[in-house]
T-cell receptor, first 110, second 113 residues
Framework: QKEVEQNSGPLSVPEGAIASLNCTYSDRVSQSFFWYRQYSGKSPELIMS????GDKEDGRFTAQLNKASQYVSLLIRDSQPSDSATYLC??????????FGKGTSLLVTP | GAGVSQTPSNKVTEKGKYVELRCDPI?????LYWYRQSLGQGPEFLIYFQGTGAADDSGLPNDRFFAVRPEGSVSTLKIQRTERGDSAVYLCASSFAGYTEAFFGQGTRLTVV
């Protein structure tokens, strides 16, 4: 069973702080890693992708990948109340099936 | 169209009936995924198509569920003899190639009464 694990939260951070979301995966040969944001009642929206070890920055978002530790994270700088949502970690395995974690609920308080 | 389109947006059906859910992927995307999502859960993988063929159908829960993509574009998810436990949001996603980013449609909310 290829698993993607996330802490369900809720993770509560004050406005302006850094939110750190974490994800581990079990399939060592996974090739592609994604973070999706999902607002209540809406479908998942892609916010970041990362394919190689290290950091990838896009605006206020930074994705971090460590394949040796089978760990991927998402940092959100200067968190805003509009960032309050569920964040889903997704991993593509060697067969390209896209497997999701259960998501971490983030609450940014004004 | 510009994005992944799913129809219908909502479907209410009686227990035991047959339903079809349609997904129209982003033009040019060869990979297509079906998921179902229950309240408070992450998307649960059902099936993945590469072109016309099902590359991975390991997530289909039982033989009441079937999906096709005959021309490598539009896909239909078919559920026979629906049960109340099939009630969920069914999500479709597509990507340009197997390893690249996948984009979701708005989903079909299926309610079995």
């Amino acid at each position: 069973q290829k698993e993607v694990e996330q802490n369900s939260g809720p993770l509560s951070v004050p406005e302006g702080a850094i939110a750190s979301l974490n994800c581990t995966y079990s399939d060592r040969v996974s090739q592609s890693f994604f973070w999706y944001r999902q607002y209540s009642g809406k479908s998942p929206e892609l916010i970041m992708s990362i394919y190689s070890n290290g950091d990838k920055e896009d605006g206020r978002f930074t994705a971090q990948l460590n394949k040796a530790s089978q760990y991927v994270s998402l940092l959100i700088r200067d968190s805003q109340p509009s960032d309050s949502a569920t964040y889903l970690c997704a991993v593509k395995n060697s067969g390209y099936a896209l497997n999701f974690g259960k998501g971490t609920s983030l609450l940014v308080t004004p | 169209g510009a994005g992944v389109s799913q129809t219908p947006s909502n479907k209410v059906t009686e227990k035991g009936k047959y339903v079809e859910l349609r997904c129209d992927p982003i033009s040019g995307h060869t990979a297509l995924y079906w998921y179902r999502q229950s309240l408070g859960q992450g998307p649960e993988f059902l099936i993945y198509f590469q072109g016309t063929g099902a590359a991975d159908d390991s997530g289909l829960p039982n033989d009441r569920f079937f999906a096709v993509r005959p021309e490598g574009s539009v896909s239909t998810l078919k559920i026979q003899r629906t049960e109340r436990g099939d009630s969920a949001v069914y999500l479709c996603a597509s990507s340009f190639a197997g390893y690249t980013e996948a984009f979701f449609g708005q989903g079909t909310r299926l309610t079995v009464v």
